[in-house]
């Protein structure tokens, strides 16, 4: 739907994603953006993300996975916060690499879908999906460094 504070799609949409279409996601991966929208909660903690969390599980999402919040404490990370309603919950670092990358919240939510639908824990998806999109976007850097030496 958008992130850092800009829409992807026309504003006027994101009721309908709140109101009728969120009930029936069994897995939602928004960022701190879209999870404030989709909530109404403002995240500015830890405690606000669960918060949030805990609002799109009880409007029947099975896993709640916040792919990316600036609540690290760091501006070289960004944290990720999720739960299954089951109770498992998983906290994560991530390293913030020296780009501006397009379709990275796409790319997450498509593995970590894979990585569940093969049976995986919340963690075990979370720690494999970020493993591939540190190497996706790590060799995405290093070709765009070659690329802009060789111009």
Known sequence: ???NG???VPESLMPIYRDQLIQYADVVTPNQF???LLTGVTIN???DALKAIGVLHGRGCKVVVITSS????????????GSTRGGETIEVTIPLLPATFVGTGDLFTALMLAWLHRGESLQSAC????SCMQTVLTRTLDYARQCSNGA
Request: glycine share 8%; net charge negative.
């Open 6 to 8: 800009k829409f992807y």
């Open 70 to 81: 600036n609540l690290s404490g760091n501006s070289d990370s960004l944290l990720l916060l």
């Open 127 to 130: 720690q494999k999906t970020l």
């Open 34 to 36: 879209e999870a404030e």
């Open 45 to 47: 903690s830890k405690d």
């Open 1 to 3: 739907m958008g992130d």
